[in-house]
T-cell receptor, first 114, second 109 residues
Framework: KAGVTQTPRYLIKTRGQQVTLSCSPISGHRSVSWYQQTPGQGLQFLFEYFSETQRNKGNFPGRFSGRQFSNSRSEMNVSTLELGDSALYLC?????????????FGDGTRLSIL | SQQGEEDPQALSIQEGENATMNCSYKTSINNLQWYRQNSGRGLVHLILIRSNEREKHSGRLRVTLDTSKKSSSLLITASRAADTASYFCATSRRNALNFGKGTSLLVTP
């Protein structure tokens, strides 16, 4: 069974631009979550989608948004990029909820803001 | 906010030795999970231990949970160079995982 696939792996943008990251979950997984990882703040939850509905959102500004499609694939978008948005963005999928299921992570998208 | 906090922040041992990492958390939990992250890669799930379990094993891994002390430990026995990675504990609430800052483990040959 193929794992969680994130594209692209690396991305370089400049301040003020916007970016869209993509995540394809494991087949059959309906829950997709996104996390931001930085050296200073560690791993922080962005949002979680289940069957195209956002069930939870972390403490991030409205510039961070996401969506999930009917095939469970998910995208996250960051608008008006800031230097502080430089991070590794990780996507995770599971059959059900993170509250009682292991999460399967992709290798992430490394976003660098110049 | 960080729910779990790992201790120590960094650990350096030789192959064959055991490695123990500790995790403390603040609120009541349904379960606690441990993950490993190799440099530049995603997280790999290791073990999920439920609040009514005290100990769980998986291969060379042993996890304990003490809900009265709000703490958990991860023991890796007979460590190998390939165990070099960062290890995170995580609690969950409303479909979101809350991770600690992690323990960076270095296993030297």
């Amino acid at each position: 069974k193929a794992g969680v696939t994130q594209t692209p792996r690396y991305l370089i943008k400049t301040r003020g631009q916007q970016v869209t990251l993509s995540c394809s979950p494991i087949s059959g997984h309906r829950s997709v979550s996104w996390y931001q990882q930085t050296p200073g703040q560690g791993l922080q939850f962005l949002f979680e989608y289940f069957s195209e509905t956002q069930r939870n959102k972390g403490n991030f500004p409205g510039r961070f948004s996401g969506r999930q499609f009917s095939n469970s694939r998910s995208e996250m978008n960051v608008s008006t990029l800031e230097l502080g948005d430089s991070a590794l963005y990780l996507c995770a999928s599971s059959v059900g909820t993170a509250d009682n299921q292991p999460q399967h992570f992709g290798d992430g998208t490394r976003l660098s803001i110049l | 906010s960080q729910q779990g906090e790992e201790d120590p922040q960094a650990l350096s041992i030789q192959e064959g030795e055991n490695a123990t990492m500790n995790c403390s958390y603040k609120t009541s939990i349904n379960n606690l999970q441990w993950y490993r992250q190799n440099s530049g890669r995603g997280l790999v799930h290791l073990i999920l231990i439920r609040s009514n379990e005290r100990e769980k094993h998986s291969g060379r891994l042993r996890v304990t949970l003490d809900t009265s002390k709000k703490s958990s430990s991860l023991l890796i026995t007979a460590s190998r160079a390939a165990d070099t990675a960062s290890y995170f504990c995580a609690t969950s609430r409303r479909n979101a995982l809350n991770f600690g800052k992690g323990t960076s483990l270095l296993v030297t040959p």
